[in-house]
């Protein structure tokens, strides 16, 4: 189940990028506009050729941008993106960055290359020598090729550790939180409990959650309630103070860094796990 989640919904990877024009820090910026991005770097561990593979096979709704200035031994750039194109087309989302400073004539010749002569559809970026530029470069295309995937927030699926706890009709209630949002969370109450009767659309003030560490007070409403694997599962969207959904700024920016933390860190441990694999394959040969 958490396996599941932690491959599914569209993911962006950035291969090579040079960090003082597109710094690791943009990525939590990306997370909260709804984006999961991720940089790929070049090692020892695993030719960056196989780490490519081991991205597109595991995460095939994925967007990949390609920093064609990063110089990789055995990577011809032009040619190494044109068969990725052709072997994955429909399979993942290709772009392509490189330094602005070209010429008008370069700028226009590479532009045609991978943009008609390819075929990417995530264009051709050029990024600017002063970074703060280039997250709004990077934002506009990943808005345009839906970055976000079918979701508008990503989700951290909790352990046991993460409570919420309320109460209803003068009864207090304790639940394990299921899965969160900067948008929802989720719980399913212990089975020992007799479940409340909430009706839906019914607000909830004073709901304590904490959430792997970050504890908060909020307001929230219950928009829908199902049986999962025999368990009644409360949906509840959350509500900010003056009334629209949503957490307010302080709470969210608390509650997305952690989000954050735990869905980020997991997919990165996966993957770490795949290139020490593959290159282990690869030295034994």
Known sequence: MESNSIIEGRKTFFIAPDASLLPESYLEDFLSRGYEAYIIKDDLCCPLKEKVRIIIETFPDS???????????????????????????????????????????????LERYFLFDVGVQCGCIALEYQKSKNFDLVNKVMFANQAGGRRRNLRAICD??????FEFEGVRY????????????????????????????????????????????????????RVVNDDLLYVFLFLKQNGQSGLDAAIAARVSERIYQMVIDKVKKLLQQLFDDAGKKIRAK
């Not at 970050?214 to 219950?222: E, G, K």
């Open 160 to 165: 046991v550790t993460s409570k919420a706890n």
């Open 63 to 109: 967007i990949v941008f390609f920093f064609i200035d990063a110089k990789i031994a055995g990577i011809d750039w032009y040619e190494y993106i044109s068969t990725l194109q052709k072997e994955y087309d429909g399979r993942t989302l290709i772009g392509v960055l490189y330094t602005k400073g070209r010429s008008a004539e370069e700028k226009k010749m």
């Open 174 to 225: 304790n639940s394990n939180i299921s899965d969160i949002s900067l948008s929802h969370f989720s719980f399913v109450l212990d089975k020992n409990t007799e479940l409340p009767d909430i009706p839906l659309y019914e607000r909830i003030d004073d709901m304590f959650l904490n959430f792997n560490g970050v504890h908060f007070r909020t307001s929230c409403t219950l928009i829908l309630k």
